[in-house]
Nanobody, 123 residues
Framework: QVQLVESGGGLVQPGGSLSLSCAAS????????IGWFRQAPGKEREGVAC????????YNTNIVKGRFTIFRDNAKNTVYLHMNNLKPEDTAVYFC????????????????WGQGTQVTVSS
């Protein structure tokens, strides 16, 4: 069964950094665009960043504002989301998912969702 597994979440103080991982099993990540999304309690899931098969990237600039970087390591079949200068409003469950074709930050166009990893930004 195709699977994406997120990891790397945790509790971090405001201004801190975290790196999230999205590891794939039973398929090759570089054949798909991979997106990172997040969902805070009581809010809709929103797109954060995406990386395409050609390493093109797209970011939700309303959220990221230069603080996050998405990149992939094909040898490890993993996509990463490095997050700097974290803020309390970044607190959410972060998910990764895949889609065929170009990048997007629109959640409905993605599938094979992972189970998510919790990121909590608090002092």
């Amino acid at each position: 069964q195709v699977q994406l597994v997120e990891s790397g979440g945790g509790l971090v103080q405001p201004g801190g950094s975290l790196s999230l991982s999205c590891a794939a099993s039973r398929f090759t990540l570089d054949s798909y665009s991979i997106g990172w999304f997040r969902q805070a309690p009581g809010k809709e899931r929103e797109g954060v960043a995406c990386i395409s098969t050609t390493d093109g990237t797209a970011y939700n600039t309303n959220i990221v504002k230069g603080r996050f970087t998405i990149f992939r390591d094909n040898a490890k079949n993993t996509v990463y989301l490095h997050m700097n200068n974290l803020k309390p409003e970044d607190t959410a469950v972060y998910f990764c998912a895949r889609r065929l074709g170009d990048c997007s930050i629109s959640a409905p166009s993605f599938g094979s969702w992972g189970q998510g990893t919790q990121v909590t930004v608090s002092s």
